[in-house]
Nanobody, 121 residues
Framework: QVQLAESGGGLVQPGGSLRLSCAAS????????MAWYRQAPGKQRELVAT???????TYADSVKGRFTISRDNAKNTVYLQISSLKPEDTAVYSC???????????????WGQGTQVTVSS
């Protein structure tokens, strides 16, 4: 089994910062792209940032300059440093990873359970 576990969410004031973590565990041969998504109440899920195994990253326009995605391949972990938070950043943040369990397996998508980020004064 493969599991993704997020941590680091919470309540923060506007302008504040948080660091989210997502660790993949279980039977893992290789991880390709890792990403963070978010979903606010009543809205569709939004891709926030993606990082591939080589380290290249992309961001949604709404978070460029405020969010930074990074990963530690040795720990199978992806991070999202979020700063200059705004109330509209309030959402459940979930991580996603493309994982192969063995050399013979195809790439499959795995999701974490999500962590709540609430930006409010």
């Amino acid at each position: 089994q493969v599991q993704l576990a997020e941590s680091g969410g919470g309540l923060v004031q506007p302008g504040g910062s948080l660091r989210l973590s997502c660790a993949a565990s279980g039977s893992i041969f290789s991880i390709n792209a890792m990403a963070w998504y978010r979903q606010a109440p009543g809205k569709q899920r939004e891709l926030v940032a993606t990082i591939v195994s080589g380290g290249s990253s992309t961001y949604a326009d709404s978070v460029k300059g405020r969010f930074t995605i990074s990963r530690d391949n040795a720990k199978n972990t992806v991070y999202l440093q979020i700063s200059s938070l705004k109330p509209e950043d309030t959402a459940v943040y979930s991580c996603n990873a493309q994982i192969r369990k063995t050399w013979f397996d195809s790439w499959r998508q795995y999701w974490g359970q999500g962590t709540q980020v609430t930006v409010s004064s």
